[in-house]
RNA sequence: GGUGGGGUGACCGAGUGGCUAAUGGUAGCAGACUGUAAAUCUGCCGGGCUCUGCCCUACGUAGGUUCGAAUCCUACCCCCACCA
């Protein structure tokens, strides 16, 4: 596992990851496939949009079907026919988005499953014990994450734990990884979590004690994009830039909006997922260099048009607007599917346009014109 | 021609004297969504305004009773069922 920084251009970079299962380029944005799918979406079309890497979830395939079930299929990538890169995360963001259904302890979270109200624990060993068994390219440590307006107390809380909880996940992988193979039969890496909420004194603490325990072969950055105002994001993002490996890839996690692509590439962010193409893509709302459109609009009724008319995906090169819309109204799955994969095929067509100009030097000037056009109406 | 039932906002359909600009549902309009408990959730949905309130117009049509009517009375129009 390596990565190749190719070029830079300020705080921007373009690289080169390679995992067991190929390689990745960077920036690049990794659809979210919770449950072992991009939710509606066939691998081939993940694969013709351009998708490089897919994530799972390991609180989510533990309840369901059960990490024994997938190793015993041949592990997540042959279970799910993927056979690219995938990376899964680690139950840490349950640990936010469950709030109402789980209590932490040292020793671990204890969650009870929306499925049957059975309750489970999860802890940072057991994540990693699912996540071998899963078998993804890129395991996720266990963290702590917390609100983005958590005070300095919890921040800090939820920081240092997330530290200790490095130490013991990191552990239980090096056994695991001793004592045999992976779900999947290959290696896997394990990247720390630098948490601490909005707090420069927390993040920078955090990052020091990922650095002290190192070397890793990629460094996430959690707890962003959870309620926090946008310029914060950016601030933290600028404020732990200076303090990160060079040589190691940034994933910055659960980000984002098509803007907060640009905003974290121009802050140094290799790696992005984001649950938002393919959800907002059921729900109708289709991102456009424009700002967005409203697929559900009555401005469409009759709309002969591709969606985005500079997007080269299959829904805007094969559907008009007025079709897509029809196919809500109709509340038939192909349109929810369609534009999903229009969302996530503009969101992996951005991470592209990024590099390439990274790679030609021109992607500052790029992107603040493509930020202007894209927030001109009003769009967030 | 007779008898009975019925006509409510785009549609269906509650309401049988004041708490009703009128329950619900559908259709429609808009907003939210960031390491997925989400094909979900929220708001609006007669018109107008100086819009935390006010004014119009509304429950087939026209009158009437009443302090007050979608609700009661009369006439008429229309629809449905049965009888002739």
């Known amino acids: 596992m390596t990565y190749t920084v190719e070029g830079t251009e300020g705080a921007a970079r373009a690289g080169t990851l390679t995992l067991p299962h190929g390689d990745v380029q960077t920036p690049a944005f990794m659809p979210v496939g919770t449950h072992g799918v991009v ?109 983005g307006q958590a005070p300095h107390e919890l921040a800090c809380e939820g920081m240092e734990r997330s530290l200790r909880w490095l130490d013991r996940g990191r552990a239980r992988h090096a056994e695991l990884a001793d004592a045999g193979t992976s779900g999947s039969g290959t290696s896997q890496t394990l990247w720390p979590i630098i948490q601490g909420g909005t707090h420069a004194d927390l993040r920078r603490r955090s990052a020091e004690g990922i650095g002290e325990r190192g070397p890793w072969t990629g460094i996430a950055i959690g707890g962003l994009s959870v309620g926090e105002p946008k310029p914060v994001m950016h601030r933290v993002l600028e404020e732990l830039a200076p303090v990160l490996p060079s040589h190691v890839p940034r994933y910055l996690m659960g980000v984002g909006f098509p803007a907060d692509l640009l905003e974290g590439i121009a802050r140094g962010v290799d790696l992005f997922d984001c649950v938002a193409a393919t959800r907002n893509g059921r729900h109708g709302t289709a991102w456009v260099p424009d700002g967005r459109v409203n697929v559900k609009g009555a401005g469409l009724r009759s709309d002969p048009g591709p969606l985005d008319p500079e997007c080269d995906c299959e829904t805007c090169t094969t559907f008009s607007r007025a079709y897509l819309r029809h196919l809500f109204f109709a509340e038939d799955m192909l349109g929810l599917r369609l534009v999903s994969i229009h969302n996530i095929r503009f969101l992996i067509r951005l991470a592209e346009q990024a590099r390439a100009h990274i790679l030609d030097g021109s992607f500052d000037g790029w992107s603040r014109e493509w930020l202007r056009r894209h927030y001109a109406k009003g769009v967030t």
């Not at 109402?100 to 671990?108: A, M, P, Y």
């Open 39 to 147: 939710r509606g979406l066939h691998p081939t079309e993940l694969r013709r949009a351009g998708a490089q890497i897919i994530l799972a979830n390991t609180y989510h395939l533990h309840l369901r079907p059960g990490e024994a079930e997938v190793r015993a299929m041949g592990g997540l990538h042959r279970f799910t026919t993927w056979d690219r890169p995938m990376l899964t995360d680690s139950g840490g963001f349950q640990v936010f988005s469950l709030e109402g259904l789980r209590t932490i302890s040292e020793n671990g979270v204890t969650f009870q499953s929306h499925i049957d109200g059975s309750y489970r624990t999860i802890t940072p060993e057991s994540s990693m014990e699912i996540q071998w068994a899963l078998g993804a390219d890129i395991a996720m440590q266990f963290d702590h994450v917390v609100p």
